[in-house]
């Protein structure tokens, strides 16, 4: 496979070596895992990867550690699937919507308006009673899902008008991640779903190849899609969680206890990245605004109400609905 550096992102320019974020604690470590990310160092997934990585050094005694490769270094999430599954890429994080393509059954952790809070999420996407199952449902497929992390809740922008009800969204070209679940969604919310790689959305805004995105307040303003679509309006419609990837055969290269370690270390990523996450959403919003974003809070009700059909049309294994019904009474 050949590594790309995609455009879109603060990616370091020039061909050659990509360039990581690794923590100064493990880079000479004698296995230092990759770690494919699609967005910048400073966001909260990569910021408590890298510390993991730091931490799995020294419990290791410098066995193994961790480098992140951020901004897409490594391929948009799709390619780093495949990378993943090759065994040319250690771990990804990826958005949960491309693991359904693997197996329909994640949908049950992607549907829209499935989580109340990002405390319910995060309760359930470490509680292997709940997703132990659908995280190693795909072994034969060589992925493994280690744990999820809350990235947030989306909501709908665009460079037109801001959205107060699902009709303004009719006539309108949205970005949404690759998979047919999102794509109907948006048909649902009253807009035409177009899917794509994260990289492409401000391009493609721009020259209104499409009218907008959606997504968290932090993708909004790191990726300055506000200079592009100035309309964020909170549908909140949409948690998806970014899971962590692995292949069995990398990751059963460590010892039991090596393996255990990082499991461990692991769920102290999960409580950093929790409380990085609920900061840099808020502070993002206020850098939105500076740069000219006008947000507004349209009735959520009727979105929630249009998507409502969406459970039954994807939903359609025993299995995933009882996934479904795990999430949604963790709510409770
Ligand atoms: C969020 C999410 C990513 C995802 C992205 C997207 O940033 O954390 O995993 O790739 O949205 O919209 O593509």
């Known amino acids: ?127 292997p009673e709940i997703t132990g199952d659908v995280y190693s449902s795909i072994e034969d497929q060589n ?21 107060t009800e699902p009709a303004d969204l009719a006539g309108m070209k949205i970005r949404v991640m690759e998979s047919d679940t999102n794509t109907r969604m948006m048909e649902l919310m009253g807009g035409t779903g177009t899917p794509m790689g994260q990289g492409e959305v401000y391009t493609a805004i721009q020259s209104g190849v499409i009218e907008g995105g959606e997504n968290n307040e932090s993708i909004y303003a790191n990726l300055k899609h506000a200079e592009v679509a100035p309309y964020y309006s909170y549908t909140k419609h949409l948690m998806i969680p970014d899971l962590l990837i692995t292949s069995p055969a990398v990751f059963d290269t460590m010892s039991a206890d090596d393996q255990a370690i990082f499991l461990e270390e692991l769920q102290g990523a999960f409580e950093e990245s929790s409380e990085l996450t609920t900061k840099i959403m808020a502070d993002s919003k206020a850098a939105a605004e500076e740069a000219g974003a006008e947000f507004n809070e349209p009735d959520v009700e009727p979105f929630r109400d249009a998507v409502a059909p969406l459970v039954d049309e994807k939903l359609t294994t025993d299995t995933s609905r009882e996934l479904y019904d795990a999430v949604r009474a963790a709510a409770e």
Do not use: W
Request: hydrophobic share 40%; with cysteine.
């Open 1 to 127: 496979a050949t590594l790309t550096a995609c455009g879109g992102f603060d990616t370091p320019s020039g061909g050659g070596e990509a360039e990581a974020s690794g923590g100064a604690g493990g880079a000479d470590a004698e296995k230092v895992f990759k770690v494919a990310f699609n967005q910048n160092a400073e966001q909260p997934e990569a910021v408590a990867m890298t510390h993991l990585g730091e931490r799995l050094a020294e419990r290791t005694d410098g066995r193994y550690s961790l480098e992140v490769f951020p901004n897409e270094t490594l391929g948009a999430q799709k390619d780093t699937v495949e990378l993943v599954q090759a065994g040319t890429v250690d771990f990804a994080l990826v958005a949960g919507s491309l693991l359904e393509n693997f197996n329909p059954d994640f949908v049950a952790l992607n549907m829209p308006f499935a989580y109340d809070s990002q405390e319910h999420q995060e309760a359930v996407l470490n509680d």
């Open 143 to 163: 992925i493994r899902v280690l744990g999820g992390f809350s990235a947030g809740t989306r909501s709908v922008y665009n460079s037109e008008k801001p959205i």
